[in-house]
């Protein structure tokens, strides 16, 4: 241990008894461009059982606090993690944040309907902001939440995890690289087969639940990045048969129309499991079967490459890359136009399931 180390751990161990070693600790890993301080907001189950155990397993990031409307919760935070009272935050006193050097980040990971609400409090609290899919409920949302951070020059990502992955990043490096000629068609599909009789916010529609919104994006998004373009029109057909999703759909299939003559078959589904990506091309094929599952995502092409699966954990990768973009000002993977043009396609998808027609995007 050299002197610098030790002078910084009696630094804190003497902070930490005026009750601000955490906030210490955080400026020295940020002004060493190492760690930045997150926040989770929501600690539902993707926070609770993915993020947070990533974010131990980060080189760049630390989990420093926490914003929740369920107090019940807290316990098990402050057990777990050793949160400290002064990083805890409800959603009516979030604004807070703005006095407290410890952090950094902001990651809003509460169902889709209030991402435009919480994303433009951490903004204006001045605070970086990654956000999950999908970005927000409309375009006029998105763009809402592009203005408050860049009002604010703060950093806005969406949590485009698979864009982080090995293998999916192979498959963007195809679209450019075209190794098996241009591509005629590709398929993706994500769902799995709710058999519960309840799905919380995911089938309240104000929530942005639904199968479009909830898993659709994960097709939505790998048309694109397999195709390397953005489509120029759309076809879709929704469902709903249960009396569960009588306000949401249930299943979406969609077809998207790509200015290089390639088409997309696209599904997802809270009644089928469905977890592949394909693309049919001129001299041949490949494919991620699972494409988007949390970990195992491997693949294959037509000349024989096994696209074996990475053993890094996806969420701390992602968490990693977008701190790194934060400290070193590089570009964002998937900045908030990212998650915008998602949307902009998604309206298009609702718009021609409810009229059956061909909708331009």
């Known amino acids: 241990m050299d002197s610098l180390d030790l002078s910084r751990r009696q630094l804190l161990k003497a902070l930490s008894i005026l009750g601000i070693g955490a906030m210490a600790g955080n400026a020295f890993a940020s ?47 402050q057990k777990t993690y050793g949160i400290l009272d002064y990083n805890i935050y409800n959603y009516k006193n979030m604004h807070e944040l703005a006095n407290n050097p410890a952090i950094d980040v902001v990651y809003v990971v509460t169902p889709t309907g209030t991402h435009r609400q919480f994303t433009e409090i951490a903004a204006n609290a001045g605070k970086h902001v990654w956000c999950e899919k999908p970005m927000a409920m409309t375009v006029q949302e998105c763009q809402s939440m592009i203005n408050a951070c860049k009002k604010n020059k703060v950093q ?49 529609a104000k929530l942005g639940g639904g199968a479009m919104y909830d898993m659709g994006v994960y ?36 077809e998207l129309e790509f ?37 195992g995502v491997q693949g294959r092409t037509s000349s024989g490459l096994k696209l074996a699966a990475s053993p890094l954990n996806q969420q701390a990768t992602q968490m990693d890359n977008d701190a790194l973009s934060i400290l070193h000002n590089l570009p964002i993977t998937a900045p908030g136009e990212e998650g915008m043009q998602d949307i902009a396609i998604l309206e298009a998808i609702f718009k021609a399931a409810k009229t059956g027609k061909r909708v331009v995007i």
């Not at 980060?58 to 420093?64: E, G, K, P, V």
């Open 31 to 77: 002004s060493s461009g190492k760690r930045l301080g997150v926040a989770l907001v929501g600690l539902g189950y993707y926070s609770r059982d993915l993020l947070a155990p990533a974010l131990q397993l980060t080189r760049h990031c630390q989990l420093m606090g926490i914003v929740t409307g369920s107090p019940e919760k807290i316990p098990y935070w």
């Open 259 to 295: 200015p290089s003559g390639a088409r997309a078959k696209c599904a997802t589904s809270y009644g089928r499991s469905m977890n592949n990506l394909r693309a049919n091309c001129e001299k041949g094929w490949y494919e991620l079967n699972p494409f988007q599952s949390y970990s």
């Open 156 to 204: 806005l990502t969406i949590g485009y995890r698979m864009q982080h992955e090995a293998n999916t990043k192979k498959i963007i490096q195809f679209a450019r690289e075209k190794p098996f000629g241009n591509i005629r068609e590709i398929i993706a599909e994500a769902g799995y087969n709710n058999t519960s009789d309840s799905h919380g916010w995911r089938a309240d």
């Open 219 to 254: 097709p939505l998004n790998a048309a694109r990045y397999t195709a390397g373009e953005e489509p120029l029109a759309v076809t879709a057909r929704m469902e709903s048969t249960r009396p569960l999703y009588k306000d949401v759909d249930e299943t979406t299939e969609f």
